[in-house]
């Protein structure tokens, strides 16, 4: 099957049924998207399927053929950061690092649907995804200040 994922199409022999999150990271040796739980409920593996969030341990393969596929290494480059890498960088948001490219492309979607999400939408968008270090506030901060500069744009 053919996927599209950071603007490169790639061919691959795969099952149907294989998880996009094992093709991303066995197949094509993209490991920004890690493997938290694999029922979905950490948001560890977020990826982007047509600009929407997703979490990739439970798209399968198939799924992903005919769709643009982006994964945190497509978001931005270290030359031109994505507002939204941008500003965890700003408040030091990442600690052990782990969720953090699950938790960047939930916002990156969060601001592309609401544009200026209020703290309470914040939150509710950001709890499908969990940090074991706890720096809820810190991700609120930089979704704030990654907002304000996407409409500065």
Do not use: F
């Not at 990271?25 to 948001?43: M, N, V």
């Not at 990826?47 to 979490?55: E, I, R």
Request: proline share 4%; aromatic share 4%; glycine share 10%.
């Amino acid at each position: 099957m053919k996927l599209k994922v950071n603007g490169t199409e790639h061919e691959v022999d795969v099952e149907e049924d294989m998880p996009l999150l094992w093709v991303l990271r066995d197949e094509l040796g993209i490991t920004g998207p890690k493997y938290g739980c694999g029922i979905a409920q950490c948001g560890a593996c977020t990826v982007h399927l047509d600009g929407v969030a997703a979490k990739s341990c439970q798209v399968w393969a198939a799924d992903a053929e005919g769709v643009e596929v982006t994964t945190i290494e497509g978001l931005g480059t270290p030359e031109a950061l994505h507002a939204v890498q941008a500003a965890w960088v700003e408040h030091q948001v990442g600690q052990c690092g782990y969720c953090q490219s699950g938790q960047i492309m939930l916002a990156a979607s969060l601001l592309a649907e609401s544009p200026s999400p209020t703290d309470d939408e914040i939150d509710d968008a950001m709890s499908a995804n969990l940090c074991r270090c706890g720096t809820y506030p810190r991700i609120r901060a930089a979704v704030k200040t990654a907002a304000a500069k996407l409409q500065e744009a």
